[in-house]
Structure formats: C-alpha cells, structure tokens
C-alpha cells in the first residue's frame, strides 16, 4: 500500500513554537488546515489559510471552549481505515473527511501546578479535547501522522519533502510511541497532583512521567545502556542545574553530584562537600566558601581528588581558585561569580553547575526506586534535629560546643552510606566510616582514616581526639562506641532504642562520655 500523502491538518497547539513556519509549509504543499482558538489565530495573523473546526464540523465551540474538537466529523476522519470499504462508507454517508496529520501539544498542566496555581486553575488546564485526538491518531497510525512536539515538526517536513507529501511508516509509528508517551506522562502528572490534593500519599496505582534531558555515554559501566530524565518538579539540583562549562556530565557524576548537592543544602552556613562515589568524603562549615572548602578538603585530601563539590554558596574567585589546585569532575554551586568562571575557563574538562537556588531539605516528597518486579515509594527523608529534640542519657551533660558538633555531624550521617559513622570537631568532619556491615567496623575506618589524613598534615595528635562522633542508627552493642571512646571522641549523638541501650549507656559513663539520643534513625542504602 502506498504511503499516505498529507492533505488535511488538524492543529491545536498552546506551545506554538516553530507552529508558522510549519502551516507554512504544509499550506504550500496544498495541505488544507484545520485550526482552533488561539492555533487558528496565529495562523491567520501569518497570512495561513486556515477553516475554523467548528466549521468543518458544523457544531459551535461551547461551554467555554470545553468542548472544541470532540465531533464524529474530526474524530471519525482521524480513526477511519483507508481502504476498508466499510470504514469508507460510513464517512461518505455522514461527510466525514479523512483528517492526514494531527499536530496537538496539550494545555500545560504541569507548569500551571508549577506556578502555585488555584486549584479551579489546575483543573481548567487539564486537556481532554488534545489526549483524545492524539490517542486516536497514535491509534491510526498506518493512514495518519501525529506530532506532539515541535521538535519533531523538522522530520515531518524533511520526510515529506522526500516522499511527494507523504510519510513513512516508520516515522509515524516513531511518532506514535512518542504520542503515547506524551499522554502517558500528562496523565501522570494529573493523576499525581490529584493524589496530593486528596492527601493520598500512596494511591492504589501510581503513574510516572519523565522527559529525555540527555542520553549518556553510558550508565555506571561501560557495558551499561544509560540516560537523563527530568520530571515536572524543578527542585534545584543536579537534574535541573545549568552546565556553564565541561564535559558531558556522566552517570556517575549524576549521581554523586546530586548526593553532594542535597548534603551541603541541609546547612545554613557556608559550607562545603565533597563527595566521592556517593559518599562524603569532607563536609565543613566556616566563615566564607574558602575556608570552609579547606577544611572540607582537610579531611581526607586523598580521596577528594577526583571528587564532587558542592556548595550552598556562591563560588566565588578565592574558592574557586583553590578548587583548581585539586583535580575535580564537577562543582555544583547555586551560581558563580565571574572571577570564578574565569578561573575555571582554563579547566575545560572540570563540569561546573549553578543550579539557582538550592534544595529544600524539609521538602515533604517522594522517591521511587526500581526492583525486580516492581517499586519502592517512600517519603524523602526530610527528618531534622534540633538541640529541644536531644535526650541527654549519660552522667556528663555535652558542652555547648560538642552540641552544636553533634548536630552537625548527625546532620551528615543523614547523607553518609548505612552503616554510617561520621566524627566532627569545630564544624569540620575529621573522620567519615560508610557502608560498612559492621557498625563497629565503620567507626575503626573513620578513625583509621583520621590517622591517615592527620599524619599527612603532620599535626601531633589525631584530629579525632576531642571530636564527637554520631551513628546513623543505634549502636547494637557497646563495641562501636567503644571504638569511638579509643579514637578520642568526647560525646556521641545516636537514635538509640537497642535494646541494649543501658549497656552502651553505661559503657559511654564509664568513659565520661557524654550521649544524647534523637529518636530519629538515619538509614540510608
């Protein structure tokens, strides 16, 4: 059968990107177009010829333009088989024209929910006329063409350009999929903003939408397929940052690079983290960006090369100029200054990120994780302490400066691999134990660690020595905090609820430790 040849358009568009120059086009090749509302006035403000719907189909728009398109004249000239005598007739006994090509993006819902909008708004901008003309033609693809992107207006032309008019099936059962996808995604914008406004956090069924950023070189191997998906919800970040200069992001660096910006946005003050393989391997708050860089960096300087650093700050032309000492893959920052920029042009290879804002670390949402066969939803863990939530559990009451430690340092185990142990003294971490299956094991690689990097900076005594160590999770037996009293620790900030409680409490007394429990754990795999 030969390929159909393109001689009625229907087009109904709220993006009209690129929208005259393709009518242009069509119309010039003898393509009559079908239009409505605000499509068919720019079409005719261009000089197009354009016939309105309702007079194709004879019926007015009504109910405040709610219902446009949904007639048996469009409708069966989108669905009618070309060729089938029956089909055939049908549409010559009512006067239904074949339609050749549906060009229809739909009403923007999802930057209408964006924008804060009412709820009447959000309902008013869900499109019912559009899904149904783009399932129907994405149905009838063999005989029509459907575009939902203006991206794709380009490939229409070039393919009928080359074909006489007409397009291949090829490219329209590529549109197709591409039309399903769209319909599939705004629906699951819509029917997950309805779940909020129900205050359903976990509907009987769940829908996901997401839109190609950019595909990867590859995933966290070579041999791994991998890609870049945004969704509707423009939290700051690595997903939604604007590249300024380097080379292509990698999965990976995606990865790490979101892990380090969600740490450092837990923190008021300046401060820095630099993270590798999803792992913090220094985190610091100071006075400026650059000395709480330094002291980032002070924790363990042999892993941060090759690091990811992320600040809550702008990068301003100090810091940066000290980051180009160290080889980095990415700094992720809310801006940059134009010294930094300038430092880093010569660092073509270094990624650099503003992302313009920074994330909401009590941002009430929900993450998804893929398992074979199915799901994982959960709330963010957006949980946070504050010094009215600690229990003091030993004889010694921290001091003041240990308190506002093991906040800090129960703040990054929140980011750290469970098992997790993270030492702090002064704001800095001095020693970081992650994804150990012993929690024991986690706090002697933390101290192992702090040894390492003090003796590199040749000072006299272990950083850990007066430091306050937090857990992510209770410590099951006195051994991990006893591991951390031998590394020098002061205070210890842990959920508790062991049952071994009075045993670890009794061991951190006998070690005028000082303790206080959050009730709050922090796994996190």
């Avoid at 070309?82 to 009512?94: F, P, Q, S, V, Y």
């Avoid at 309902?123 to 899904?131: A, L, M, Q, T, W």
């Avoid at 893929?370 to 004889?395: C, H």
């Avoid at 210890?492 to 303790?515: C, F, N, T, Y």
């Amino acid at each position: 059968m030969a390929e159909p040849v393109i001689r009625r358009a229907l087009i109904s568009v709220s993006d009209k990107t690129g929208l005259v120059e393709f009518a242009k086009f069509l119309a010039d090749r003898g393509v009559e177009l079908l239009s409505t509302g605000g499509s068919a006035k720019a079409l005719r403000d261009a000089g197009l010829p354009v016939k309105e719907v309702a007079d194709h189909t004879g019926f007015p728009e009504m109910l405040d333009g709610r219902v446009k398109t949904l007639h048996p004249t469009v409708h069966g000239g989108i669905l009618g088989i070309r060729g089938n005598a029956e089909h055939e007739a049908a549409m010559a006994a009512h006067g239904i024209s074949p339609i050749d090509l549906v060009v229809v993006n739909l009403y923007p819902f999802e930057s209408t929910v964006a924008k804060g909008a009412a709820f009447e708004d959000c309902i008013e901008n869900i499109d019912i006329g559009g899904p149904a003309l783009i399932r129907g033609a994405a149905k009838n693809h063999d005989h029509v063409a459907v575009v939902v992107d203006p991206e794709d207006y380009q490939a229409v032309m070039a393919e009928m350009s080359q074909n006489g008019g007409a397009t291949t099936q090829t490219l329209r059962r590529w549109l197709a999929a591409t039309a399903y996808a769209r319909t599939g995604a705004y629906d699951a914008a819509i029917s997950g903003w309805f779940a909020g406004q129900v205050g359903e956090a976990f509907p009987r069924r769940i829908a996901a939408g997401a839109q190609l950023k950019q595909m990867l070189r590859y995933g966290e191997n070579p041999h791994q397929q991998a890609a870049l998906y945004v969704t509707g919800k423009q939290r700051p970040g690595v997903a939604t940052a604007e590249q300024l200069q380097g080379k292509e992001l990698s999965f990976n660096n995606i990865n790490d690079t979101d892990a380090a910006f969600e740490l450092v946005s837990e923190f008021d003050a300046p401060t820095v983290a630099i993270i590798k393989h999803a792992n913090p391997c220094g985190v610091a708050s100071g006075t400026s960006m650059v000395e709480a860089y330094r002291k980032a960096l002070s924790t363990d300087p042999v892993s941060a090369f090759g690091g990811i650093i992320a600040l809550n700050r702008p990068l301003d032309g100090p810091t940066a100029e000290e980051i180009a000492k160290l080889f980095t893959e990415v700094v992720i920052a809310p801006e940059a200054d134009d010294a930094a920029r300038a430092i880093f042009a010569a660092k073509k290879n270094l990624r650099l990120l503003v992302t313009h804002g920074l994330a909401d670390p009590a941002e009430v949402a929900m993450t998804l994780r893929t398992i074979s066969g199915g799901y994982l939803l959960q709330s963010r863990d957006s949980g946070r302490v504050t010094e009215q939530d600690l229990k003091v559990v030993t004889k010694r009451q921290p001091t003041a400066q240990e308190l506002a430690d093991m906040l800090f340092a129960f703040r990054v185990a929140k980011h750290v691999k469970s098992n997790a142990i993270v030492y702090v003294k002064q704001g800095l971490t001095v020693g970081i134990g992650a994804g150990q299956m012993s929690r024991v094991d986690s706090s002697r690689i933390a101290a192992w660690k702090a040894r390492e990097a003090s003796d590199a900076a040749k000072l006299d005594q272990p950083s850990t020595i007066g430091s306050v160590v937090a857990s992510d999770a209770f410590f099951p037996f006195a051994d991990g905090l006893l591991a951390a009293a031998e590394a020098g620790a002061t205070a210890v900030i842990q959920p508790g609820g062991s049952m071994r409680d009075a045993e670890v409490i009794a061991a951190a007394d006998e070690k005028g430790l000082a303790m206080v429990f959050t009730g709050m754990r922090h796994f996190r795999h």
